[in-house]
């Protein structure tokens, strides 16, 4: 790889070519049954069991307010965002690319709105063009967070465990 070219990770959604940073990207996963969370953003899938690890599972389409079918997402791109693991749900993961830095172009000023800082540039490669994205500025550490308490009362198994301060209430308040 020379100086001058920068490895992008490449997946669809909706018909469309995305990159990120291939540094920022842990693994690709087939997509497994994600698990809904109460009370989470709306752009927010839910959430998966990745070896023993709970991770939240975030919805593009949603985000970046993009429309099309969710239930189309194959894969997950999981992904060190902030201080946070989290998973990308994609159409598809098609590659990984070099991209020399003089082919990717800063956005067009036409693309406007608040999800506009989150594209980087847009490369230009001999057979596709490549939406360049910043996942990082996409979603914010509060936005990948889910809230504690909602999954803190699910211990290991799905089975519950208690609260802090809950200790010996569940019994008294089934009648156990």
């Known amino acids: 790889m020379s100086d001058g070219d920068l490895q992008f990770v490449l997946f669809e959604i909706e018909g469309v070519r995305y990159g990120v940073e291939v540094e920022n990207v842990l693994e690709v996963i087939t997509r497994p049954e994600v698990s809904q969370v109460p009370s989470a953003q709306d752009f927010v899938q839910g959430v998966i069991n990745l070896r023993g690890k709970v991770l939240p ?3 593009l389409r949603r ?3 993009l429309g ?3 239930a189309r997402s194959t894969h997950i791109v999981i992904m060190q965002l902030h201080s946070e693991t989290a998973g990308i749900a994609v159409d598809g993961v098609s590659q990984v690319v070099r991209i020399p830095v003089e082919s990717i172009e800063p956005p067009p000023a036409a693309i406007s709105g608040p999800q506009a800082r989150y ?3 847009i490369a230009k490669l ?5 939406v360049l994205l910043d996942l990082q500025k996409a979603f914010e550490e509060s936005d ?3 809230d504690a308490a909602n999954h803190a009362a699910v211990g290991p ?3 519950y465990a208690a609260m802090p301060g809950e200790a010996g209430k569940r ?3 089934h009648g156990e």
Do not use: C, H, K, T
């Open 171 to 173: 019994g008294a308040d």
């Open 144 to 146: 990948i967070a889910i």
């Open 119 to 121: 594209v980087v540039g």
């Open 157 to 159: 198994g799905g089975g």
């Open 68 to 70: 099309g079918d969710s």
């Open 126 to 130: 001999p057979e596709f063009l490549v």
């Open 63 to 65: 985000r970046f307010r």
């Open 57 to 59: 599972v975030m919805d």
